[in-house]
T-cell receptor
C-alpha cells in the first residue's frame, strides 16, 4: 500500500459544487500539506498542518478549506468549485524536521 | 518576490550520457533543498536532498551540488537511462519546511 493515499484519483465536477479531496498517510508523520500543480507553474502550497490542532494557510488558500481529522488524515475542500481550480492536487507529509517529505499520487480535478 | 527557478524548461540527453539539471534560488536564508522526479501521472518522487551546511551529496547515480555563493543548485545524473525521462523539480525550504518549488525541467532521454 502507498504511504500517502489520495482519493479520488480523478474527479470532474460542475461549477458551484462542493467537493472534498481526501488524503491519508501511514508514515506516522505529524506534518501534512496540500499542494496544487498547474502546467508550467510547479507546485504551490494551499494549506499545511503541523499537527492535528494546527492549520495554516499557504500561498494560495483562497477558495479552499481543510480539515485535519486525525494525525493520518487531512482533507481539502472546495466550497464552491470554479473552473480555474482545475488542476492536479497533491497531498504530502513530512516529519517535524522536514525529512521524509513524501507526496501522494495526486488527484486530477476538472471543474466544468 | 523570492522564488526557486530552473534554468531550462527542457533537456534532451543521449542514453548513457550524464545529465545536469540546474536550479537557481534567491532566498539566501534557505537551508534545505530537495530534488524531485515526477513521471507522467504520478506524484513527485524524492530523489535526493541537501542541507545548506553541505556543498555536495551523492546518491545512487545522482549527485546534488550546492553553491551558496551564487545561490545555485544542480542535479547530476550519471549514465542517464530511459527510465530517467521525467520532469525534475528543485524545492527550497522557505520557512519551517514549507517547500517552494521551481517550475520543473522536462528531461527526455534519446535512445
Amino acid at each position: 500500500d502507498a504511504d500517502v493515499t489520495q482519493t479520488p484519483r480523478n474527479r470532474i465536477t460542475k461549477t458551484g459544487k462542493r467537493i472534498m479531496l481526501e488524503c491519508s498517510q501511514t508514515k506516522g508523520h505529524d506534518r501534512m500539506y496540500w499542494y496544487r500543480q498547474d502546467p508550467g507553474l510547479g507546485l504551490r502550497l494551499i494549506y499545511y498542518s503541523f499537527d492535528v490542532k494546527d492549520i495554516n494557510k499557504g500561498e494560495i488558500s483562497d477558495g479552499y478549506s481543510v480539515s485535519r481529522q486525525a494525525q493520518a488524515k487531512f482533507s481539502l475542500s472546495l466550497e464552491s468549485a470554479i473552473p480555474n481550480q482545475t488542476a492536479l492536487y497533491f497531498c504530502a507529509t513530512s516529519d517535524f524536521q522536514g525529512d521524509g517529505y513524501t507526496f501522494g499520487s495526486g488527484t486530477r480535478l476538472t471543474v466544468v | 518576490g523570492e522564488s526557486v527557478g530552473l534554468h531550462l524548461p527542457t533537456l534532451s540527453v543521449q542514453e548513457g550520457d550524464n545529465s545536469i539539471i540546474n536550479c537557481a534560488y534567491s532566498n539566501s536564508a534557505s537551508d534545505y533543498f530537495i530534488w524531485y522526479k515526477q513521471e507522467s501521472g504520478k506524484g513527485p518522487q524524492f530523489i535526493i536532498d541537501i542541507r545548506s551546511n553541505m556543498d555536495k551529496r551523492q546518491g545512487q547515480r545522482v549527485t546534488v551540488l550546492l553553491n551558496k555563493t551564487v545561490k545555485h543548485l544542480s542535479l547530476q545524473i550519471a549514465a542517464t537511462q530511459p527510465g530517467d525521462s521525467a520532469v525534475y523539480f528543485c524545492a527550497e525550504n522557505i520557512y519551517d519546511y514549507k517547500l517552494s518549488f521551481g517550475a520543473g525541467t522536462t528531461v527526455t532521454v534519446r535512445a
